[in-house]
């Protein structure tokens, strides 16, 4: 399977536990974005990377979000001291960015945080 | 005021029914829009692009109005698989992130 892939696909944690996450974007994407959706809603933008660096981040990031791309291909989101709600789907996507040429974004399956 | 904003509807039709779903957005320098589809518990998945002169997919067109700033989904001949949430977003092409509207769910009845 070529596509992103994320992992775990579910993770359960109790309250004050730090979490990470992995994402493998599609290989020869350059740019990978994070995303949060929470029930009823559209996914809300987190953060995102062209290669290695992270070119933008929302103020929903707070402190205790960080995310990294070390080597420009896949990316770890950590949460540290979880709270009740951080529960939500982790969702990453990838695209491959050129300037002034159309880009689509595609998504792996998702992480579903459970904090107890 | 939010980036893309979507009726959630829900729109419930039967099956053959021809069903719209718009959406406006506020940049207007935006340049990029789609649609995605998102089942239940699933992942968004890239159903369409939307072009300036409107472009077609099968039972599936897509319209974008910069005038008005909104874009347009029309299914015809819906099928009971095309149950799902549709996604609008725009990419307003500073190359940056995507904004998702909420998404319009639809249920196809028998």
């Known amino acids: 399977d070529t596509g992103v892939s994320q992992d775990p696909r579910h993770k359960i944690t109790k309250r004050g536990q730090n979490v990470t996450f992995r994402c493998d974007p599609i290989?020869?994407?350059?740019?990978l974005y994070w995303y949060r959706q929470t029930l009823g809603q559209g996914p809300e933008f987190l953060t995102y990377?062209?290669?290695?660096?992270?070119?933008?981040k929302s103020r929903l990031l707070s402190d205790r979000f960080s995310a990294e791309r070390p080597k420009g291909s896949f990316s770890t989101l950590e949460i540290q001291r979880t709270e009740q709600g951080d529960s939500a789907m982790y969702l990453c996507?990838?695209?491959?960015?050129?300037?002034?040429?159309?880009?689509?974004?595609?998504f792996g399956q998702g992480t579903r945080l459970t904090v107890v | 005021r939010k980036e893309v904003e979507q009726d959630p509807g829900p729109f419930n039709v039967p099956e053959g029914a021809t069903v719209a779903f718009n959406c406006t957005y506020s940049?207007?320098?935006?340049?990029?829009f789609f649609w995605y589809r998102q089942d239940c518990r699933k992942e968004p998945k890239l159903l369409m692009s939307?072009?300036?002169s409107g472009n077609e997919d099968g039972r599936f067109t897509a319209q974008l109005n910069r005038a008005s700033q909104y874009i347009s989904l029309l299914i015809r001949d819906s099928k009971l698989s095309d149950s799902a949430t549709y996604l609008c977003?725009?990419?307003?092409?500073?190359?940056?992130?995507?904004?998702f509207g909420t998404g319009t769910s639809l249920t196809v009845i028998p």
């Open positions: 290989s020869e994407h350059n740019r």
């Open positions: 940049n207007s320098a935006s340049q990029s």
């Open positions: 939307v072009y300036s």
């Open positions: 996507a990838s695209s491959l960015y050129s300037q002034g040429v159309r880009t689509e974004a595609f």
């Open positions: 977003v725009v990419n307003p092409n500073t190359g940056n992130q995507f904004y």
């Open positions: 990377f062209q290669n290695e660096a992270q070119l933008e």
